[in-house]
């Protein structure tokens, strides 16, 4: 091996750098000849996705598990996660879908005609069964109305009630984000694709336009379309038994644990969370206090409004309100940011999606605490009652306009106008004297 001289570096010889004023100049004359666009199916990165694919995974290279010559990590088959490329997740059918759940936004008006042309559509031209909610049939509105005589013909069920898991193939959702959430509420274990038009308010989650809902409903039954898995929660909340509680063994997904002596000791209840578990202080004028456990492990205690424990597609809701970042929803994560913490370095964090939470009133609390599920199912938690969560095996299967990413994107930029601001001037070269 040769000797390096002192002061002369050793490999391929180094390209010369371009000087600032040409590296001004080259930036300058780029930013010129860019499109200005504040929507992103107009902007040059869509178009050239148009005429190129992706060849990278999403989930980017395997790590290597090799360090060194002598060094490598121990393999653990078990512990391994094959996870797909979410650029390549696309929705086939086993089956031709025969059955479609229709969710409607209650109480709204502007609804009615386009649920009708939908679930006549669905009926006659597709000759599929349709099922709605038992409410919105007895909507006074249509109820009253002859005209809606053909939709006497659907099935309906009641929440609560009905167990819809081994009848439904395909759900469509008619209004905001909401009917998205309450679709993933009537489904605890796995849940059909969801495809959802945008007739509500924001929408970011509902990224089809209603115009042309045949053509669309079309492609998604012929099948080959992209699809998002928006992961989920597995909630487990625990209750001790205290004097006045009914010793009913189930109800409403209630249930109860008996020990040897026959008495009531602990309560369970079971949820499947799309955006987020809220933690907070409830009606008191008192701080939340309350302990946060990650794998049995005490990490931090929350003192103040309270705290969030959101999926990366709740990140995008309450958590970005919160001060969290927004996370896209094929980034395996779950996020945990305080609501108003009396802490100037309490910042929102993100764990792995494995890791199990668990919440609990710290024994200082001078108050009870709240808690709900995706805005519902509101109640109280006392000293002894816990929260645990961690990421659940049944995500929601959500159609794509176009991919994951663009369709993301586009929600940021079109619904949280995502960093939408005056452009700065252009400033001339100007030659030195």
Request: proline content about 8%.
């Amino acid at each position: 091996m040769e000797e390096a001289s002192p002061g002369v570096p050793v490999g391929p010889r180094p390209r010369p750098q371009p000087q600032p004023r040409e590296l001004e100049r080259g930036l300058c004359s780029r930013l010129r000849g860019r499109a200005k666009c504040r929507s992103l199916s107009a902007s040059p990165a869509l178009i050239a996705s148009k005429v190129s694919r992706r060849t990278q995974s999403l989930h980017g290279p395997s790590p290597a598990t090799k360090f060194g010559p002598k060094a490598c990590m121990v393999q653990n088959p078990k512990a391994v996660m094959h996870i797909q490329d979410p650029a390549s997740q696309k929705l086939t059918w086993n089956k031709p879908p025969r059955s479609i759940l229709v969710i409607k936004k209650i109480q709204d008006d502007r609804l009615l005609q386009p649920f009708k042309e939908l679930c006549i559509f669905l009926m006659e031209v597709k000759e599929m069964i349709v099922y709605v909610e038992k409410k919105v049939l007895e909507d006074p509105t249509i109820a009253n109305d002859e005209s809606f005589g053909q939709l006497k013909k659907l099935c309906t069920f009641r929440e609560g009630f009905d167990d819809l898991s081994d009848r439904i193939d395909f759900i469509i959702c008619l209004g905001g984000d909401g009917t998205l959430l309450y679709a993933s509420s009537l489904f605890q274990d796995s849940v059909p694709p969801v495809m959802a038009f945008h007739l509500g308010s924001l929408g970011f989650l509902t990224p089809f336009n209603f115009d042309t809902y045949q053509s669309q409903v079309t492609q998604v039954i012929e099948g080959n379309v992209a699809i998002t898995l928006r992961s989920r929660l597995k909630v487990k909340v625990t209750k001790e038994n205290r004097p006045g509680h009914p010793r009913a063994v189930e109800e409403n997904g209630l249930i109860d644990t008996r020990c040897g002596d026959g008495l009531l000791r602990k309560r369970t209840s079971h949820y499947q969370v799309l955006n987020e578990v809220v933690v907070d202080r409830g009606p008191s004028s008192y701080l939340s206090n309350v302990d946060l456990f990650l794998d049995g492990r005490l990490i931090t205690t929350v003192q103040g409004d309270g705290v969030i424990v959101s999926t990366p597609t709740g990140s995008t809701a309450y958590a970005a309100a919160a001060g969290a970042s927004m996370i896209h929803p094929n980034v395996p994560a779950i996020m945990i940011t305080p609501i108003c913490p009396h802490s100037l370095s309490f910042r929102p964090i993100v764990v792995p999606a494995g890791v199990e939470l668990q919440i609990m009133l710290s024994p200082d609390a001078r108050n009870t605490a709240w808690v709900s599920f995706d805005g519902r199912k509101r109640q109280e938690i006392c000293h002894g009652d816990s929260i645990s969560i961690t990421t659940s095996c049944y995500p929601v299967p959500s159609i794509c306009f176009r991919d994951p990413v663009n369709d993301w994107f586009e929600s940021l930029a079109e619904c949280l106008h995502w960093n939408v601001r005056k452009k700065q001037s252009y400033l001339p070269d100007m030659e030195d004297d």
